[in-house]
Protein backbone atom coordinates (compact mmCIF):
# COMPACT_ATOMS: atom_id res chain seq x y z
CA UNK A 1 0.00 0.00 0.00
CA UNK A 2 2.53 2.37 0.84
CA UNK A 3 4.40 1.65 -3.02
CA UNK A 4 1.27 3.01 -4.63
CA UNK A 5 1.00 5.86 -2.35
CA UNK A 6 4.54 6.98 -2.41
CA UNK A 7 4.19 6.54 -6.85
CA UNK A 8 0.88 8.45 -6.60
CA UNK A 9 2.60 11.23 -4.45
CA UNK A 10 5.74 11.11 -7.07
CA UNK A 11 3.42 11.46 -10.30
CA UNK A 12 1.46 14.70 -8.46
CA UNK A 13 4.51 16.03 -8.15
CA UNK A 14 6.07 15.81 -11.31
CA UNK A 15 3.20 16.81 -13.20
CA UNK A 16 3.18 19.90 -11.27
CA UNK A 17 6.95 20.55 -12.30
CA UNK A 18 6.04 20.38 -15.51
CA UNK A 19 2.94 22.58 -15.75
CA UNK A 20 5.61 25.16 -13.48
CA UNK A 21 7.86 26.09 -16.71
CA UNK A 22 4.99 26.85 -19.15
CA UNK A 23 4.62 26.09 -22.50
CA UNK A 24 5.62 29.11 -24.77
CA UNK A 25 3.30 28.14 -27.95
CA UNK A 26 -0.06 28.38 -25.55
CA UNK A 27 1.38 31.52 -23.92
CA UNK A 28 1.91 33.04 -27.40
CA UNK A 29 -1.93 32.21 -28.38
CA UNK A 30 -2.81 34.15 -24.87
CA UNK A 31 -1.19 37.16 -25.19
CA UNK A 32 -2.64 37.69 -28.70
CA UNK A 33 -6.40 36.76 -27.69
CA UNK A 34 -5.95 39.32 -25.19
CA UNK A 35 -4.55 41.93 -27.29
CA UNK A 36 -1.71 42.63 -24.96
CA UNK A 37 0.29 44.15 -27.82
CA UNK A 38 -2.79 46.76 -27.48
CA UNK A 39 -2.31 48.12 -24.50
CA UNK A 40 1.51 47.84 -24.67
CA UNK A 41 0.95 50.48 -27.92
CA UNK A 42 -1.19 52.93 -25.72
CA UNK A 43 1.18 52.80 -23.17
CA UNK A 44 4.80 53.36 -25.21
CA UNK A 45 3.41 53.63 -29.00
CA UNK A 46 5.18 51.80 -32.02
CA UNK A 47 4.05 48.30 -32.06
CA UNK A 48 4.23 47.68 -28.27
CA UNK A 49 7.28 45.32 -27.89
CA UNK A 50 9.81 48.27 -27.14
CA UNK A 51 8.75 47.67 -23.87
CA UNK A 52 9.76 44.50 -23.37
CA UNK A 53 13.03 45.21 -25.25
CA UNK A 54 13.93 48.77 -23.89
CA UNK A 55 17.28 49.61 -21.84
CA UNK A 56 15.06 51.09 -18.89
CA UNK A 57 12.51 47.73 -18.56
CA UNK A 58 11.27 46.94 -15.17
CA UNK A 59 11.20 43.24 -15.69
CA UNK A 60 15.44 42.26 -14.74
CA UNK A 61 14.51 38.77 -13.46
CA UNK A 62 12.47 35.85 -13.86
CA UNK A 63 10.62 36.86 -10.63
CA UNK A 64 9.89 40.25 -12.03
CA UNK A 65 8.43 39.32 -15.07
CA UNK A 66 6.36 36.32 -13.30
CA UNK A 67 5.03 39.44 -11.05
CA UNK A 68 4.41 42.01 -13.89
CA UNK A 69 2.55 39.32 -15.85
CA UNK A 70 0.37 38.47 -13.06
CA UNK A 71 0.17 42.59 -12.43
CA UNK A 72 -1.24 42.94 -16.26
CA UNK A 73 -3.30 40.11 -15.79
CA UNK A 74 -5.32 41.64 -12.43
CA UNK A 75 -5.39 44.84 -13.98
CA UNK A 76 -6.96 43.50 -17.49
CA UNK A 77 -9.06 40.90 -15.68
CA UNK A 78 -7.91 38.13 -17.86
CA UNK A 79 -9.42 35.63 -15.48
CA UNK A 80 -6.23 33.34 -15.69
CA UNK A 81 -5.32 31.19 -13.18
CA UNK A 82 -1.24 30.90 -11.99
CA UNK A 83 -0.70 28.12 -14.40
CA UNK A 84 -1.69 30.49 -17.07
CA UNK A 85 0.38 33.27 -16.29
CA UNK A 86 3.30 30.82 -16.19
CA UNK A 87 2.59 30.06 -19.94
CA UNK A 88 3.02 33.95 -20.87
CA UNK A 89 5.76 34.02 -18.81
CA UNK A 90 7.34 31.32 -20.98
CA UNK A 91 6.85 32.84 -24.05
CA UNK A 92 7.78 36.19 -22.75
CA UNK A 93 11.21 34.64 -21.64
CA UNK A 94 11.64 32.49 -24.76
CA UNK A 95 10.66 35.13 -27.08
CA UNK A 96 12.34 38.30 -25.49
CA UNK A 97 14.09 37.68 -22.09
CA UNK A 98 16.11 34.37 -21.83
CA UNK A 99 16.16 34.31 -17.96
CA UNK A 100 17.28 31.24 -17.09
Given at each position: ?????????????????????????????????????????????????????????????????????????????????P???????????H??????
Amino acid sequence: MQVKTVVLMAGVLLSGAALAGGDPATGEKMVKEHACAGCHQRLIGGDGSALYTRSDRKVTSKEKLTAQVSFCSTQLKTGWFPEDEEHVVAWLNHRYYHFK
